[in-house]
């Protein structure tokens, strides 16, 4: 028979971890499991309860040293490091130099210009040494009987007693001393400024220009002119004497000296003037004034003399040039100096304070503009004709009949002029009656023709134009000054726009004899259209033109253009009411005379 199965014993204690890991042994089986094995054993009774677990054995011996790994493959590049900072900048190098290139080749040869407007009067030169009488010539035709005189004084009884025969009327001392003024322009008055030495120092930079460099040229012309008679011989102790400084870069200045033998008169110095060449390079200010006092004025200045320097320049000078220089000048205090800056760069202060500088920084002697035309605008020629000559002395011949100062009127030499008169909305209503005032007044002023075959003195016509279908000629070329005066009060505003070259061409076609003076009252704002084509036929018909040009808003391409290139050729002012002061009037009779 199968005895139960006895229960599993208990699990003996647990044995000690064994070093390295080493297992622990079991632990004993208790009573209860043998007795149950046994049972299990003999009877195959059921099967006893696991015992308890042994204690932990001990620490099993250490086990062997591991081998030593093998290299590992190397790692991938780290990323890139950060830039590092910007060293400190070097040091500027030594600056260069800048010499002109050299000439070109001469370009082909232009056609001929047409002939120039005829020069102002010469001064009068000196009485010449009588000349050896000459042979006697045939005796001419008799003349035709002039008109009877008025009747005589009554002679004395001959000795007869009878009355003699009727005396020839004589002429008045007015009588001839007319017939002098009228013949000679040296019977004027004339503006006398005292013994005056006067340098101007003018731009021929690059920034210039030609157009600009010649309106310079014109300004100092334009001033002289003003200033009465210049020195006879250089050397005098008085009169008036004028030296031009133009300069560009280091070395390229030019000069007119005081004391050249050569400029013994108003006409000689303006040919030199004309003469000077634009240089277009740099702009060495400081150093052209230290030029201008150390060659023109230290040595050859006159005891009893003025000195006047005007400069003009349009902009900053050269880096390189010596700004102590700037005040050169001013170290003779007997030296008076004005500064003349033109361009919107004088508006900053740093550049108005240049000016200030080169002018000693003395008030009312520093002058700005815009453009190089206002250099020569009526206004302004009379300021700085007030600052070269503040106290001038007006000498006039002691001669009888003489009421007040006259420009010589146009004498024994055609003059045939026809007014242009711009009749577009720009110009105003005032405006064009100032204008219309001012043609009677050169028609009054200037000689005119005795008849329609009269060829030594003055015509006139005017041609008032508007849009390119709008041209009228008030009055075809006359000597008639009634008609004149009857045409001009009938003129009517037009009030249009404006065509010149139309206008040019339409005169051309109806009104042109050889050598017609054209003179265009405009501001050269006008269509483009046949402009070109009016000039051309302008010229092929030798005209000779003049323009008066008001105001500051101007195209100065269409007066260049018109003017064929002449400014000085162009009167400028303000505005209208300049036409009829006496110093433009005076002026532009001389110019068409």
């Not at 500027?92 to 070109?104: A, D, E, H, N, V």
């Not at 050569?262 to 303006?270: E, H, N, R, V």
């Not at 100096?337 to 500088?357: P, T, Y």
Request: aromatic fraction near 6%.
């Amino acid at each position: 028979m199968r005895g139960e199965e006895g229960r599993r014993g208990d699990y003996g204690p647990k044995g000690t971890s064994g070093t390295n890991g080493g297992k622990g042994e079991q632990g004993e089986m208790g009573p209860e499991g043998l007795r149950g094995l046994a049972g299990e054993l003999g009877n195959k009774g059921t099967t006893g309860d696991n015992g308890l677990p042994g204690p932990r054995g001990p620490p099993g011996p250490s086990g062997e040293a591991g081998r030593n790994g093998t290299r590992g493959d190397p790692g991938d590049a780290g990323p890139r490091g950060v830039s590092g900072l910007l060293g400190p900048k070097g040091d500027l190098g030594r600056p260069g130099f800048s010499y002109p290139g050299p000439r070109g080749s001469s370009g082909v040869r232009g056609e001929k210009g047409n002939n120039g407007p005829r020069g102002g009067r010469g001064d009068c030169g000196q009485k010449g040494d009588p000349g050896n009488k000459g042979t006697l010539g045939e005796a001419g035709d008799p003349g035709s009987q002039g008109e009877p005189g008025p009747r005589g004084t009554r002679g004395k009884l001959g000795r007869d007693g009878n009355p003699g025969p009727e005396g020839d009327p004589g002429l008045t001392e007015c009588d001839v001393m007319n017939y002098i003024r009228e013949t000679c322009g040296c019977c004027d008055c004339e503006k006398i400024c005292g013994p005056l030495d006067i340098v101007f120092v003018i731009d021929s930079s690059e920034s210039v220009g030609l157009t600009n460099f010649t309106l310079e040229k014109n300004f100092v012309i334009n001033t002289i002119n003003r200033l009465g008679s210049m020195a006879k011989d250089p050397k005098s102790e008085t009169g008036t004497r004028v030296g031009v400084v133009q300069y560009s870069h280091s070395g390229t200045f030019q000069a007119i000296k005081l004391d050249d033998p050569k400029i013994d008169s108003l006409s000689a110095f303006k040919d030199a003037v004309k003469r000077l060449e634009w240089i277009a390079g740099g702009t060495w200010t400081p150093s052209a004034l230290k030029y201008a006092y150390d060659n023109l004025i230290r040595d050859s200045r006159r005891a009893k003399a003025n000195v006047t320097v005007v400069v003009i320049t349009d902009g900053r000078f050269d880096p390189r040039d010596d700004d102590s220089l700037l005040t050169y000048l001013c170290s003779d205090p007997s030296v008076d100096v004005s500064a003349i800056g033109i361009g919107d760069m004088f508006d900053q202060i740093e550049e108005n304070e240049s000016l200030k500088s080169i002018a000693c920084q003395k008030d009312g002697r520093v002058m700005g503009m815009r453009r190089f035309a206002d250099l020569v605008a009526e206004e302004f020629i009379d300021k700085i004709e007030h600052v070269i000559c503040p106290d001038p002395i007006t000498k006039c011949p002691d001669l009888p009949c003489k009421s007040e100062p006259a420009v010589a009127s146009c004498v024994q030499r055609p003059v045939d002029v026809v007014f242009m008169l711009d009749g577009s909305e720009r110009m105003g209503l005032e405006d064009h009656r100032r204008a219309k005032e001012f043609i009677e007044n050169v028609a009054s002023k200037l000689t005119l023709a005795s008849g329609q075959t009269d060829n030594r003195n003055a015509r006139f016509a005017l041609l008032q134009y508007g849009s390119p279908t709008e041209q009228r000629v008030e009055f075809a070329l006359t000597h008639n000054l009634t008609e004149i005066y009857d045409a001009l009060s009938r003129v009517n505003y037009m009030d249009s726009s404006s065509a010149l070259g139309s206008a040019i061409i339409h005169a051309v076609n109806n009104l042109v004899i050889p050598q017609l003076a054209f003179v265009f009252i405009t501001d050269g704002i006008t269509a483009s259209e046949q402009l070109d084509e009016g000039v051309s036929a302008m010229r092929r018909a030798e005209g000779v033109p003049t323009v008066i040009a008001m105001g500051s808003d101007t195209d100065e391409e269409v007066l260049r253009k018109v003017s064929l290139g002449d400014m000085s050729a162009i009167f400028r002012g303000a505005d209208y009411s300049v036409l009829n002061k006496p110093s433009f009037f005076e002026r532009f009779i001389r110019w068409i005379c």
